[in-house]
């Protein structure tokens, strides 16, 4: 069994599911900035950040959306703030790094190669669409590429890790990610210790299995060595029973309603309830949670004092 201290992510809101699939997912800033807080004060040490238009729920890249949330979570929160690079799979790079570059976080997501990212299927159960952009965007995930090509890539890296010390947490959805990943490594255009995150369930993407999550850490521990922590992300259903499998690895968690709407078999009410059910999950195991202080020193990053927000 693992020792030592464990990271929670807690992804707040993302583009991956819409407002009507749960009425508990935040939207507006007041709303991201309160389920921020209070997933930090239930012992998240990162918090992941999208944002969404305010009137209708939409994704959005707009940085006049993110600076109505971010200072307030610095304020009331020791909590690392990492941003989105991804957003959604219809914006530009440009739109996608809009608000990073304004904000200049501690860290931010980073999107391991291009992919096919299917949400398609959530079509196939009928619900009761809030707005009309809910099933447009579904539907569009099964004609669009999510693109993150090696220039992509590179200009992130560039603008954000060498232009703002920006650190990242590198999603890699497949094993093809990894070694992408170690051919950035072998350039010198990233540094250890690298935080990987294990992206699994996205239909386009790797499963979401235990032999599938075995492999993956087999091949970061060949590319990687000690230089390296991962983290574990299983989307839907699969999400609790694999990142507690990730912890017994030795690995960190990431939860909140970007990834899964449930809390158990029922709706979750807040990423405040997913983070408590994780946190009692790793005590369970004999594991501590990281501060948001140990998590800056697990993975050299720059300080809460050092960004724009």
Known sequence: MASGKVIITCAITGSVHTPSMSPHLPVTPDQIAAEAIAAAEAGASILHLHARDPQDGRPTADPAVFTQFLPRIKQATD???NITTGGSSLMSLDERLAA??????EMCSLNMGSMNFGLFPMLDKPRDWQHEW??????ATRHTIFKNTFADMETILDKLGKGCGTRFEFECYDVGHLYSLAHFRDRGLVQGPLFIQFVLGILGGIGADPENLLHMKRIADKLFGGDYKFS???AGRQQMHLISM???MGG???????DSLYDGRALAKSNADQVKRVRAILEGLSLEVATPAEARQMLSLKGGDRVAF
């Open 232 to 234: 574990v992300l299983a």
């Open 79 to 81: 909590a690392v703030v």
């Open 252 to 258: 960190n968690v990431r939860v909140g309603l970007e």
């Open 134 to 139: 809910e099933p447009k965007l579904l539907e």
């Open 100 to 105: 990073p570059l304004k904000a200049e976080p």
């Open 246 to 248: 990730a912890a017994a």
